[in-house]
Structure formats: structure tokens, C-alpha cells
């Protein structure tokens, strides 16, 4: 068994109706004045206003900002951090998916700093800890409350790039399934696969390890068991419960082993095309699984048995079986086929394929990978 090492830098409050222990994470963390960073879509649906109450009734102050575009660029975050400067917040509460979290982490980096986005781009150069932040998660996907990342758009080159830093780890998460109750099913479709798609990365990853496999392995449980019956119907407690938890174990699980193709080509098709993150990573799953087959030592069936609610895989087991189930969850959960179906041209390939490359995943990705084999799965998908 190779080394390795963790750490769980952070509170996570799990439970339905959880939020309402936001005012004892905010005296505990000493916050006095919050920026309150989340998106026009949960301020549509009151969830903003919820929270905002909950604040000012904690006697705090706060200011908010909610001028994200889905996939947040470097924009976003200067404007976000003008905010947070001109009204003298000290922390900062990320409520909703990926995005707002994102673009919390990187204000709260260079309101600790300074500099730009782009200084810190890649492995380990936050020199420390930044503001207290507080996570609230309001989708099953992207896990963002746990992980090390703020992957943010640079608008002119539609490169995703990715900050990668333990630094940047929430103090605080608060899970209530609550906040993904209400939640359209095409939502808690794409985000609900890209959780698994997290916990499939990291447990077929070159980093993966005993505690990432724990992770991982519960997480791919609970979503794969899960995701058919919460998109069916998202009222369901018991399913939501099940893929709030499993988000954020995948989201641990790939902080330190980190992912593979799957996320290093996505990337790209979401900074070219505008392709909501989850969907992309669903599209290019069956793929990516199929090509990286020749590397698997046994976990293929493993990840079947996860999500064929309750079938399980005899001897006759071969790894198309698992290509074949994960189409088949896609077309169930009503996402396309193809990267054609979402506006993916051919005339961007050799520009995606330049991106995907400067990604660390693909040096994790359990089948090495060339330029021309990204050509080949991007051109598979058209």
C-alpha cells in the first residue's frame, strides 16, 4: 500500500432544517459582517431572502452579491470583491451550487492577498489560510462545500482554470436537504451525476487511496441507490437526505484524489459552449469509462453494482456492462446523448483538446492519455 495523508479541515452540520443553525456557525466563527454570495435564481425563490433573514435576526450585518453567470468568470469575482470591500465584510457565506461557491473561495483568497485570479491559478500557491466561509449547499452535486477548488472562466480565452488549494476549504458546511426539495428535475438530474461522477473519478484515480476509497464507495452508494427516485420526485426525504450526504462524501473523496478525463474535458466544452457543468461531465461519462476500461483492476464492477438498483454483477461481469448501465441512467434521467445535442461544434475541438491538456486530472486519469486520444473521445461525441 502506497502512502498517503488527510485531513478533515472543517465542521459539517448535516440535517433537514439544518440552516437554522447558521446563526450559532456565524457567532462561533466570530463573523460580524457577512458577504452573502449566491445566484438571481435562488433570490427568485426566496431562498436568499431566507437566509438574509436569518442573518439580520442574528444581528449582523451583511451585504450580497448575486451577479454570477453559471459557469462564474474572472468578472464575477472582481465584482464581487469590490463588494466585499466597499462594505467591510470580514467573512463570506457561499449559498447555492458550484458557482456561488467558487467565486466565494477566490474572493475570499484575494481579499486575504490580493492580486488576481490568475496568480494563483493551479497547485499550492495560496500562502495561507483566507476569511472564514461558511458553505450552504442548495444542489446533490458539485460537493464544493468540501473540496480545495475555485474553478473560475477567464471570459477571453474560455479557459476554465482551476485554484486548487486546502487553504480554500469552507470552515463551515451546512447541509439541509431542505435546499433541494423544490429543486426542477433536469437539475437534480445533472447535478445528481456529476456528484457520482466525483466519486467515480476519485475511486478509479491514480490517487486514490484507503480514505478516498471509503469516501468514494459510500458516496457512489448513496447516489446510485438514490438518483432515479429524487429526480422522479424531489419531495422525497429519504432520497434527498441520501444524495445531499453522497455529494458532499464525493466531493471529499475527489479534494484528495483528485478526477480524471471526465472533468479535464468537460471543462472546456462548458468554457467554450456555455454547457452547464453537470451535463457535460454526464455526457462524456460512458465514454471516458469505456475508454479508460483497459486500466481496470476490478473496481468497474464494483461502480456497476452501485448503481443497477439492487441488480448485482455475477462472474460473467465485463466492463461494456457498466458502459452500457450509464447510458442507460443518462437516457432515464433525460440527459443527451451526445455533445452535438448541446451545441458542441467540431471547430472547437483543437483549442478544447489545448485545454484539456493543461488540466492536472488527465496525469491522474487512470489510462494515460495523448492530445489525439482527447481528439478521438471529443470527435466519438459529435
Partial sequence: MKDFSFKIPQEIIFGKGSLSRLPEVLKEANCKKVL????????????????????????????????????????????????????GAESIIALGGGGPMDVAKSVGLLATYGGKVTDYAGFGKVPGPVVPMIAIPTTAGTGSEVTAS??????????????????????????????????????????????FVHAEEAYVSKMA???????????????????????????????????????????????????????????????????????????????????????????YRKIYNYITNGKKADDSFVPQMLVDELKKLNAELGIPAKLSDVGVTEDKIPAMVADTMKSGNVLVNPRQTTPKDVEALYRSLL
Avoid at 64 to 86: C, G, H, M, R, W
Avoid at 163 to 180: F, N, R, T
Avoid at 259 to 269: D, F, K, R, Y
Fill in 36 to 87: 452573502l454570495v449566491s445566484d438571481h435564481g435562488l433570490e427568485s425563490v426566496g431562498v436568499v431572502a431566507k437566509v438574509e433573514k436569518i442573518i439580520t435576526e442574528a444581528g449582523l450585518g451583511y451585504a450580497q452579491f448575486l451577479d454570477l453567470q453559471p459557469n462564474p468568470t474572472i468578472d464575477n469575482v472582481n465584482a464581487a470583491l469590490e463588494v466585499y470591500k466597499s462594505s
Fill in 150 to 195: 475555485s474553478v473560475i472562466t477567464d471570459s477571453e480565452t474560455h479557459f476554465k482554470m482551476a485554484v486548487i488549494s486546502y487553504y480554500l476549504i469552507p470552515g463551515y458546511a451546512l447541509l439541509d436537504p431542505e435546499l433541494i426539495m423544490t429543486v426542477p428535475a433536469k437539475i437534480a438530474a445533472a447535478c445528481g451525476v456529476d456528484a
Fill in 209 to 299: 487511496n484507503p480514505f478516498t476509497d471509503a469516501m468514494a464507495e459510500k458516496a457512489m452508494e448513496l447516489i446510485g441507490g438514490n438518483i432515479r427516485q429524487f429526480v422522479a420526485s424531489r419531495d422525497n426525504e429519504e432520497a434527498a437526505c441520501n444524495m445531499m450526504l453522497g455529494s458532499t462524501l464525493a466531493g471529499i473523496a475527489f479534494a484528495w484524489a483528485k478526477l480524471g478525463n471526465v472533468h479535464a474535458m468537460s471543462h472546456p466544452v462548458s468554457g467554450f459552449f456555455g454547457v452547464a457543468h453537470g451535463v457535460a461531465n454526464a455526457i462524456l461519462l460512458p465514454t471516458i469509462v469505456e475508454f479508460n476500461a483497459l486500466a481496470d483492476n476490478g473496481r
